[in-house]
């Protein structure tokens, strides 16, 4: 089964930033819409950003507004997350995964969403 891999994860104190990144080598990328999300310990697991298929539209759950950029390189055949001015409260295991369509972007509910990576942890530590 084709499936995700997430990279770019690590400990990085508050303010400071991250890339993280979400590779594939059985399918092409671009023909997904691709979801980023997270889950803390303890807690539900929750869409953070999608960027869509067809037209490159991107979406981002409100905390996360101004601070990540979701993009593709389609050459590379990878999607980032870039994490900049990242709080404690960023602190989770950070999953990508290929939408179902462009339209599980709007949504960014993890049961309209597979092939689901084994995640990459990031935490926020001073």
């Known amino acids: 089964q084709a499936q995700l891999v997430e990279s770019g994860g690590g400990l990085v104190q508050p303010g400071g930033s991250l890339r993280l990144s979400c590779a594939a080598s059985?399918?092409?990328?671009?023909?997904?819409?691709i979801g980023w999300f997270r889950q803390a310990p303890g807690k539900e697991r929750e869409g953070v950003s999608c960027?869509?298929?067809?037209?490159?539209?991107?979406y981002y759950t409100d905390s996360v507004k101004g601070r990540f950029t979701i993009s593709r390189n389609k050459a590379k055949n990878t999607v980032y997350l870039q994490l900049n001015i990242l709080k404690p409260e960023d602190t989770a295991v950070y999953y990508c995964?290929?939408?179902?369509?462009?339209?599980?972007?709007?949504?960014?509910?993890?049961?309209?969403?597979?092939?689901w990576g084994q995640g990459t942890q990031v935490t926020v530590s001073s």
């Open positions: 995964a290929a939408g179902i369509s462009d339209y599980a972007c709007s949504g960014l509910r993890p049961v309209d969403f597979g092939s």
């Open positions: 960027i869509s298929s067809s037209d490159g539209s991107t």
């Open positions: 059985r399918f092409t990328l671009d023909y997904y819409a």
